[in-house]
């Protein structure tokens, strides 16, 4: 299966996609993680991407796509995958789509989690106490709400119209998400037998 993860920022995307993925059986493939790899090397693509991302930015498409059409063409991408955070424009939508059409395929499902935009900004107030990332301060936390608002809330109205959306709620416990996505994908997978 290809299958995308989406929400906003905190909204657990990253925590649900090693599940998710591990139950289907494919990589899960994050694009704030490949970057944060980058970083943490010193490379030159991390050096870009560090100054959007500690910005709360989005870092530019052409280099975004650059690297996830280079991550898909590895082997073990070729029989499925989880995207964890991509796309987030309609420019990254396009351009997968692009990628996906050239081996003859499509995006099978959208999952989108939805969580209240307190419960985020508490959830990444306390990951920075944790974890010490960059990117969430408060200010830069509500900066990025903003931009999932302005530029990745309209892939919802893309994929709602290709039927290949489910919304699911990513309030309360962890495995209770986790419960909640597999419960989206067994029924969606129920419907294509
Ligand atoms: P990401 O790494 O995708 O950062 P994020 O949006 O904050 O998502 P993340 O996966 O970390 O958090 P999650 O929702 O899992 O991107 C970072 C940056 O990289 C972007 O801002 C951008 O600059 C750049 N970037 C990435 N992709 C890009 C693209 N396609 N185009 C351009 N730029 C791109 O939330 C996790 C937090 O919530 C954790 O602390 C977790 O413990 C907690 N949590 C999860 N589930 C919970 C639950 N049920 N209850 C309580 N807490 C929970």
Same mark, same amino acid.
């Not at 396009?94 to 996906?100: A, S, T, V």
């Given at each position: 299966?290809?299958?995308?993860?989406?929400?906003?920022?905190?909204?657990? *995307?990253?925590?649900?996609?090693?599940?998710?993925?591990?139950?289907?059986?494919?990589?899960?493939?994050?694009?704030?993680?490949?970057?944060?790899?980058?970083?943490?090397?010193?490379?030159?693509?991390?050096?870009?991407? /560090?100054?959007?991302?500690?910005?709360? #930015?989005?870092?530019?498409?052409?280099?975004?796509?650059?690297? @996830?059409?280079?991550?898909?063409?590895e082997p073990d991408a070729a029989q499925g995958f989880l995207l964890d955070g991509y796309?987030?424009?309609?420019?990254?939508?396009?351009?997968?789509?692009?990628?996906?059409? #050239?081996?003859?395929?499509?995006?099978? +499902?959208?999952?989108?989690?939805?969580?209240?935009?307190?419960?985020?900004?508490?959830?990444?107030?306390?990951?920075?106490?944790?974890?010490?990332?960059?990117?969430?301060? *408060?200010?830069?936390?509500?900066?990025? /709400?903003? +931009?999932?608002? /302005?530029?990745?809330?309209?892939?919802?109205?893309?994929?709602?119209?290709?039927?290949?959306?489910?919304? @699911?709620?990513?309030?309360?416990?962890?495995?209770?998400?986790?419960?909640?996505?597999?419960?989206?994908?067994?029924?969606?997978?129920? *419907?294509?037998?």
């Open positions: 299966m290809r299958v995308i993860i989406m929400g906003a920022p905190g909204a657990g *995307k990253g925590t649900q996609a090693r599940f998710i993925a591990e139950h289907l059986g494919v990589p899960a493939i994050s694009t704030g993680d490949i970057f944060r790899n980058h970083v943490a090397r010193g490379t030159q693509l991390g050096v870009t991407a /560090q100054r959007y991302m500690d910005a709360g #930015e989005y870092v530019p498409d052409e280099v975004t796509n650059g690297m @996830v059409r280079a991550r898909l063409s796309p987030r424009t309609v420019t990254q939508v396009d351009e997968l789509d692009g990628m996906l059409r #050239e081996t003859g395929h499509s995006i099978d +499902l959208a999952l989108c989690l939805s969580v209240d935009t307190e419960d985020l900004v508490e959830r990444l107030s306390l990951r920075a106490r944790l974890e010490g990332r960059a990117d969430d301060t *408060k200010d830069v936390i509500r900066h990025r /709400q903003r +931009l999932y608002a /302005q530029e990745t809330e309209p892939l919802l109205s893309i994929y709602g119209a290709r039927d290949t959306l489910r919304l @699911v709620e990513g309030c309360g416990s962890v495995e209770d998400v986790t419960e909640r996505l597999l419960g989206a994908l067994r029924e969606d997978l129920s *419907k294509s037998v």
